[in-house]
């Protein structure tokens, strides 16, 4: 079973300008995450997708941040402008069905530096 | 914000010794769950255990939890140099949202 995709796997930019990551969830699962890492913390929820609808997007900077995710299955998360404080690790999982009883399958993450 | 915390922060043993890291978190929950994150890599599943249950074993994992404390424990036997990795705990604390904690660094010295 291929696990969740995302690319590219580093970034780096300079403060204000954009840039875009890609997820691809496991066939079926049907709740997709996006959670941001910051060095030497714990992955912070972005936003929740159930199929193509939001669930959760109360701690994404909506000023800077958008994520979609088109017909139910792959995703995209959006910064622009970037600021210095979004260099993390941006992690995209998903679930089976979203009900937060069960397991996430994570991918590798998407490293972002902001010069 | 993160809800479940880790403890100790970092953790150094030899290979063959036992690791022990704790989890505290601050109301009800469904259930909890334990994550392995080597470095540079994306977390991965390690177990779940349900609020109904008191302990869990997976191989050479071991999970016990203590809804009267609020606390839960994650051990490790006979370490390995792979099991080198950042350990977190993730709870449903909020609004049933699954939210980690900060992690315990485990290294495992050959």
């Known amino acids: 079973e291929a696990g969740v995709a995302q690319s590219p796997r580093y970034k780096i930019i300079e403060k204000r300008q954009s840039v875009a990551f890609w997820c691809n969830p496991i066939s079926g699962h049907a709740t997709l995450y996006w959670y941001q890492q910051i060095l030497g913390q714990g992955p912070k929820l972005l936003i929740q997708?159930?199929?193509?609808?939001?669930?959760?997007d109360s701690q994404l900077p909506k000023d800077r941040f958008s994520a979609e995710r088109l017909k139910g299955v792959d995703s995209t998360l959006k910064i622009q402008p970037a600021k210095l404080e979004d260099s993390a690790v941006y992690l995209c999982?998903?679930?089976?069905?979203?009900?937060?009883?069960?397991?996430?399958?994570f991918g590798e993450g998407s490293r972002l530096t902001v010069l | 914000s993160q809800q479940g915390e880790e403890d100790p922060q970092a953790l150094s043993i030899q290979e063959g010794e036992n690791a022990t890291m704790n989890c505290s978190y601050k109301t009800s929950i469904n259930n909890l769950q334990w994550y392995r994150q080597n470095s540079g890599r994306g977390l991965v599943h390690l177990i779940l255990i349900r609020s109904n249950e008191r302990e869990k074993h997976s191989g050479r994992l071991r999970v016990t939890l203590d809804t009267s404390k609020k606390s839960s424990s994650l051990l490790i036997t006979a370490s390995r140099a792979a099991d080198t990795a950042s350990y977190f705990c993730?709870?449903?604390?909020?609004?049933?949202?699954?939210?980690f904690g900060a992690g315990t660094t485990v290294t495992v010295r050959a």
């Open positions: 999982a998903s679930s089976l069905d979203g009900s937060n009883t069960g397991e996430l399958f």
């Open positions: 993730a709870t449903d604390e909020v609004d049933y949202k699954l939210s």
């Open positions: 997708f159930q199929n193509n609808g939001v669930v959760d």
